[in-house]
């Protein structure tokens, strides 16, 4: 039996305003009592059901507290479904307090293990595990994004809106968003004072081992007791990497809707076949390759790009180039073992680029750049600025030239990296003015758009293929993606490419290689101004729009 | 003391509850959460527990009768009925339950027998006692919260 509270209504001083309990127990005498004891914590109360409402309302509730033992299912077990799915803090309960039991709770990883019969007051303060997650999970998305904090605020508050990124509590999220962004302003992937005590630290490092272990498994089996067996590494816990797990994929979720969006854009611009995956695939992947080789960088895991080529939706290949476009997020994350943007790399990568970018249909490139999705996520976590700058398409022409210089790049990149913010509003700008730059623009905008919606819409699912069949970009939509905006300005720039070098090619198979933009960028960007570690968290970008190189 | 006679007896009552040591803690617990809203909340609560757990009851009397006995089983069961029976205070009544436990897990038939006996007379005997308590206190009239602030 389940009975779901909804405390909507801050009243009391108690819980903080909406805290959404989801109670679960086989046991009616104390589903009577909790809720009883939770309403009067709050003051309304609703009931309904367990995991499927949990499943089908996935922002529906801010915490779940759940009994131990259930007829139909271990409550260990529906601990770790709504942890690795959802995850929302959970609670176990129990009249039994065996130290064995409570130890195997906290290993599944439960908030908090209460000894029944419980008291009110013991409910009273279980807010703290909502609060608390939602500040680890802000500050790990912050890092993970590299967004500077005031785009972060405005991503994020626009990110949450849609709901579920963060589970619930939207304008607490925005709120700690903001506050993780001030807090997170050297964006400092592994900065553990920022953060959590023992909580673990993401590095980019460790993020691409994570992602490539998640690739080689395969996303849609994935799983982390596997991903922790490949990553090897000695430290990290199966909780760890569950938890991390959930964030990367409502990431990639995130960047799928905006890759949607920007595939949307890009689609429209490619109306090149060339664009199409295969050969943008095979231009890309041949500058991917080059860019590879001469990326040495570990941390480029462009190998996204070759394979995920084709992989990526890029809904025609319009500027699906991020790729990751739905069914390859999975790979995209392999792929996007971006991992560290190796500055050096990046100008390897940089020249690399240019030669497949030549090769590269321009619109391509810039279809790719906004369909990067891939990349653009990434983005998204970065900083917006730097679409900011893109948008201007002729600013991009001349920064596209100077493209096969790193330097350049790396001032493309650096306004493509401009918190996505920012980009957002250029984006806007831009997507009227597509024609100004051209058909790259408009892809641009197109690919923001879309964008900028999976963004939003991602609610933790899985890369959604982009499906920016529709070039019909609003503006708006690509704020919605917060990263994507950004990232579209980015790709508009990309378009600015297309032309100028050939990292356009690149772009379109970067894009769709998930993995491989992230890594571009950084490499190209050499500077330090990109928080790469927000940008390309690895987790966190995979979007990394591979358009952003190209 | 309340100058109500039915209240004063019904708050001997409920002390003696406590004092015998049917009752705890939790119960009372019950009680704070009964309001104007819900002005029966513990006796609610309590009808509940009863019916819930005569369904454990019985199917624990069930697995007795079964040979040779399914100790993991009565375990599980009985754990539930702890589970249930801590719901309302019920002290003695979970005392059984620990007890019964304990002898599921060293595997003793006998002990697991004579001690369901005993859980069950506790369990009926608080029951009643209940069942009284309730019907006195409607009779007496909403009190308790009147009541209680003095």
Redesign the interface.
């Known amino acids: 039996m389940v009975v779901e509270t909804n405390f909507s209504s801050p009243r009391t001083d108690a819980f903080p305003a909406g805290l959404r309990v989801l109670v679960v127990d086989?046991?009616?005498?104390?589903l009577?009592?909790l809720e009883?004891?939770l309403k009067?914590l709050t003051t309304c109360c609703l009931a309904r059901e367990a995991l499927k409402l949990l499943r089908e309302r996935k922002n529906g509730y801010d915490i779940v507290i759940s009994?131990v033992?259930m007829p139909d299912m271990d409550g260990f077990k529906l601990l770790e479904h709504v942890g690795l799915e959802m995850d929302l803090p959970v609670i176990m309960m129990?009249?039994?307090g065996e130290t064995r039991r409570v130890m195997k709770g906290v290993q599944h990883g439960a908030c908090d293990y209460l000894l029944?019969?419980i008291?009110?007051k013991e409910l009273r303060n279980i807010w703290q595990h909502v609060f608390r997650k939602k500040i680890h999970e802000v500050r790990d998305i912050e890092s993970l994004e590299g967004i500077e904090s005031i785009h972060m605020t405005r991503s994020g508050s626009e990110l949450f809106d849609d709901g579920h990124f963060l589970g619930g509590g939207d304008t607490t999220l925005g709120r700690k968003r903001k506050d993780a962004d001030n807090k997170h302003d050297d964006k400092d992937l592994g900065d553990p004072s920022s953060t959590k005590k023992a909580r673990i630290v993401w590095t980019i490092d460790l993020h691409q081992k994570f992602v490539e272990a998640v690739n080689q498994i395969g996303f849609d089996k994935v799983g982390p007791k596997k991903i922790l067996n490949l990553m090897n590494v000695p430290w990290l816990t199966r909780e760890n990497v569950a938890s991390h797990l959930q964030k990367y994929r409502l990431y990639l979720s995130r960047l799928q809707k905006e890759r949607d969006v920007k595939n949307s854009f890009i689609g429209i611009k490619h109306s090149d076949p060339s664009l199409k995956d295969s050969n943008s695939g095979s231009g890309l992947h041949n500058s991917m390759n080059v860019i590879q080789d001469n990326v040495s960088n570990g941390s480029f895991s462009f190998s996204v790009n070759n394979s995920c080529v084709p992989n990526v939706d890029l809904k025609g290949r319009e500027g699906d180039g991020k790729g990751i476009s739905s069914g390859p997020m999975a790979e995209s994350k392999g792929t996007f073992s971006i991992g560290i943007p190796d500055p050096r790399k990046a100008k390897s990568l940089q020249i690399s680029f240019d030669h497949s970018l030549g090769s590269v249909d321009s619109v391509v490139n810039l279809a790719s750049f906004g369909s990067t999705d891939t990349v653009q996520y990434s983005w998204n976590e970065v900083p917006q600025i730097q679409f900011k700058q893109e948008y201007e398409p002729l600013q991009l022409e001349n920064r596209i030239n100077q493209l096969p210089l790193p330097g350049l790049q790396h001032d493309l990149l650096t306004k493509y990296l401009q918190p996505a913010i920012s980009y957002r509003s250029d984006h806007i700008k831009h997507s009227s003015p597509t024609e100004a730059v051209g058909e790259s623009h408009t892809l641009n905008d197109q690919v923001f758009e879309p964008i900028c919606t999976t963004t939003s819409s991602m609610k933790g699912q899985d890369i959604i293929p982009n499906h920016l069949t529709e070039p019909e970009f609003s503006p708006r939509n690509l704020y919605d993606g917060v990263g994507v905006e950004d990232l579209q300005l980015c790709w508009l720039q990309g378009d600015c490419y297309a032309t100028n070098s050939g990292l356009q090619g690149f772009d379109c198979t970067e894009y769709n290689n998930p993995a491989t933009i992230p890594e571009m960028p950084f490499h190209l960007y050499d500077a330090p101004s990109f928080d790469h570690e927000h940008l390309f968290d690895p987790t966190e970008y995979y979007v990394i729009d591979q358009g952003l190189f190209a | 003391m309340d100058r109500n006679p039915l209240r004063r007896q019904l708050q001997i009552m409920r002390k003696s509850f406590f004092d015998q040591g049917y009752l705890d803690e939790q119960f009372v617990q019950l009680e704070e959460l009964q309001d104007e809203a819900n002005p029966n909340f513990v006796e609610e609560v309590v009808t509940l527990y009863y019916r819930d757990s005569a369904r454990l009851i019985l199917s624990i009397e069930q697995a007795l009768e079964r040979k040779p006995f399914d100790f993991n089983k009565l375990d599980a069961h009985m754990h539930q009925f702890k589970g249930s029976s801590s719901s309302i205070g019920a002290k003695k009544v979970k005392a059984e339950s620990t007890q019964f436990r304990e002898y599921c897990k060293s595997r003793n038939r006998e002990g697991c027998t004579r001690c369901f006996q005993q859980l069950k007379k506790e369990y009926a005997t608080l029951r009643k006692k209940l069942e009284a308590y309730f019907q006195l206190a409607r009779q007496a009239g909403p009190m308790e919260t009147a009541c209680r602030p003095k």
Not at chain 1, 26 to 30: A, Q, Y
């Open positions: 086989d046991d009616p005498t104390w009577k009592i009883k004891m009067k009994d033992n129990s009249v039994d029944k019969p008291r009110m």
